[in-house]
C-alpha cells in the first residue's frame, strides 16, 4: 500500500444516503480476482445509463467536480461484505471518503486497501456539503497524524478516530504482513527469550 500520511484536493459532493456496495460495484463485475480494471465500473449503473451512455447528471460525470476525496452521505457503505468496493473507489482514484456513518465491514476493507474513511457529525458533513456546493474548488485537507480533517480557506476542522494500528499500517503503508515484518527483529527476540 501506499504511505498515507496528509492530503489536500477538492472534493466530490454524493450527497445521497444508505449508498449500498452494490452502487459501489454492481455484483456483475466481480468475477475479476485482483483489483485492476474495479475503478472502471464504480458507481456503474449511476455512472451510465442503461443504453451504455454517460450519465451527466451523476455527480462523477460533471467536470465541476474533481479530487480524490469523496464526500458521501451517511450509511456509507452498508448491504454486502463485498472488499471489491474498497477496490473499485481506490482504482477510480479516490483516497478518502468522507461521511458521517460507515458500515463495519465496509471501514475495515477501506482500511486494508489504503482507503481512509474519515468519519465526521452530520452537522461537519452537511457544512462539507454547503461548502463544496458554494465553491467546487474548496480544498479538504486530511491529516491522519493529527486526525483533523479541514476546509481550506475558513476555520472549520473536526478530529476523527481511527483504530491505532490501522493508523500505524496507513502511516507507513503497511499491509498486516508488512506489519509484522517490520516487527521481526523484536519477535525474534522475544523468541530467543523463550528459548532460553
Not at 474533481?66 to 456509507?76: D, H, M, P, R, Y
Not at 471518503?97 to 458533513?125: E, R
Not at 456539503?129 to 472549520?156: H, M, Y
Not at 517490520?182 to 530467543?192: H, L, M, N, Q, Y
Amino acid at each position: 500500500m501506499e504511505k498515507f500520511v496528509k492530503l489536500t484536493s477538492t472534493g466530490i459532493p454524493l450527497e445521497i444516503e444508505n449508498v449500498d456496495t452494490d452502487q459501489i460495484i454492481p455484483a456483475r463485475f466481480l468475477k475479476a480476482t485482483d483489483k485492476q480494471g474495479f475503478g472502471d465500473n464504480v458507481f456503474r449503473d449511476w455512472r451510465y445509463h442503461k443504453e451504455g451512455v454517460l450519465n451527466e447528471q451523476f455527480v462523477l460525470n460533471d467536470p465541476t467536480y474533481q479530487g480524490s476525496i469523496l464526500v458521501a452521505g451517511t450509511n456509507f457503505g452498508c448491504g454486502s461484505s463485498r472488499e471489491h468496493a474498497a477496490w473499485a473507489l481506490t482504482g477510480y482514484g479516490f483516497k478518502v471518503i468522507v461521511s458521517s456513518f460507515f458500515a463495519d465491514i465496509f471501514k475495515g476493507n477501506s482500511l486494508n486497501n489504503g482507503l481512509l474513511p474519515v468519519q465526521v457529525t452530520d452537522t461537519f458533513l452537511a457544512k462539507l456539503f454547503q461548502e463544496l456546493k458554494n465553491n467546487p474548488r474548496t480544498e479538504i485537507t486530511v491529516d491522519l497524524e493529527k486526525q483533523i480533517i479541514s476546509i481550506e480557506g475558513n476555520a472549520l476542522s473536526a478530529s476523527f478516530e481511527i483504530d491505532p494500528y490501522k493508523k500505524t499500517c496507513m502511516l507507513n503503508g503497511y499491509d498486516d504482513i508488512d506489519y509484522l515484518v517490520s516487527k521481526k527483529d523484536k519477535i525474534e527476540a522475544f523468541e530467543a527469550l523463550k528459548r532460553n
